[in-house]
């Protein structure tokens, strides 16, 4: 196979290469792509632990940041036919909400994780409920990619974040909807409890996060107030 | 022994301002674009930038003579992907708010043609010293114009330096400015200021010479 007969000196040569085997290319990537994996398995690895750690803070920190009265909380785990129990251990791939309490015991709020689609791409959202006024008490950006500047302004937007104070989710007495579903306005016309101020110029921004807190109150609440007394307990256990 | 440390030096300073990657040889464009919109974006890119390109460089040339010429270019790819994933699990490990931030372009750091350009046209002729001293130039010229750009954005775009508000609240964002197209009206009006000091720079040695 090796250029054989072929009545002049190898090709490479004129390159000023010398006449390389493929066995020695094979061996060269073989050694480096070791290397290599080597290097990012190890890095991995070492880094694992601090990431993980770094996303169970950033989470924490976010669960107590929407249920500001929260002093310790507790995972439950959302059963596929609508119950709740709380999590035994660490759990993956199951819905969670977390009960926060305060310094007593006493049930203060759920923080509730929801995503839907933003201008971009996907956004993640927490946000606290608290069952006994029926209002969201506050609401922050877990993940978005979001245009910065704009639309990334649902992180930062002081204004907008004030929406999430008080906004009012109540139920009707069936537990099958909103009284009144939330809606966007533009800024400066609001006038209800259930509104949310847009900010400008990230009005489709402003409206995924209504849609995505709109979608997860109607599907969310009914299973927390059908199971309040677990939730209630939680702490205790 | 003399002329050697001046040669090193001059390796080192040709990059960050004599053939400055971005403002001279207007390569890795993508970057430059994209993350500048704010000045942490481009100060972690600009860092991350670097560390690749010294250990790139590094490592290409110490195999420099062990690689044969035809799997090169592969060789030079594995041995940049490899520290472009080591950088981005660094980067998260370190702060995963500037990771979200940074999103997909840690990773595309691996196509930023500067430092693959640096390995074969630099790194693979000559010895680690020399090759290590060009990538930290390159890699300084690099965040330099990256922050040249995110500063200005930042600050026109949004009002702030690094997150902190300069103006009052009385002003009013030019929006435009951190989006894709600002990156542009940024990149051009640098490009223009920085040909016009080497020009000026290139009259005034001519007139010292007549």
Known sequence: MHMHGAGHHHPSAGEGGDDVSSFRMILTMGTIGLLAGLLIVVTYRLTLPIIEQNKAEFLQRAIFDVLPNASQKQAFVVEKDGTLRPERGKEKRVFKIYAGYDDRGKLVGVAIEAKGQGFQDVIHIIYGYDPEREVIVGMKVLESKETPGLGSKIETDPEFIANFKALVVKLTPDLSDLVHPLEMVKKGQKTADWQIEAITGATISSRAITNILLKSSREILPIIQRNLDVLKQGASQ | ?210
């Not at chain 2, 970057?31 to 000045?39: D, F, G, K, R």
């Not at chain 2, 860092?47 to 592969?74: C, D, E, G, N, Y």
């Not at chain 2, 995110?150 to 400015?177: D, H, K, Y």
Request: with cysteine.
């Open chain 2, 1 to 210: 022994m003399k002329m050697e440390e001046t040669t090193s030096m001059d390796i080192l300073l040709k990059g960050i301002w004599k053939e400055n990657p971005v403002f001279v040889q207007v390569l890795g464009m993508c970057p430059v674009l994209a993350v500048t919109n704010s000045v942490i974006n481009s100060i972690v890119m600009g860092i991350a930038t670097t560390f690749v390109l010294v250990m790139s460089s590094f490592f290409v040339s110490l195999f420099r003579k062990l690689i044969p010429r035809q799997v090169r270019i592969a060789s030079y790819i594995m041995i940049i992907a490899t520290f472009v994933t080591v950088a981005e699990y660094i980067i998260q490990a370190v702060s995963l708010e500037v990771h979200k931030s940074l999103g997909a372009f840690i990773s595309l750091i691996v196509v930023n043609c500067i430092i693959l350009g640096r390995a074969e046209a630099f790194a693979s002729k000559h010895p680690v010293k020399e090759a290590v001293m060009d990538a930290l130039g390159m890699g300084a010229g690099f965040t330099f114009a990256v922050l040249s750009l995110g500063v200005v954005r930042e600050l026109l775009g949004n009002g702030t330096l690094a997150g902190i508000p300069i103006f009052g609240p009385g002003f009013e964002p030019w929006s435009i400015m951190i989006l894709p197209g600002g990156a542009f009206f940024v990149l051009g009006a640098w490009l223009l200021f920085f040909n016009w000091l080497r020009e000026r720079a290139k009259k005034q040695q001519e007139r010292v010479v007549v």
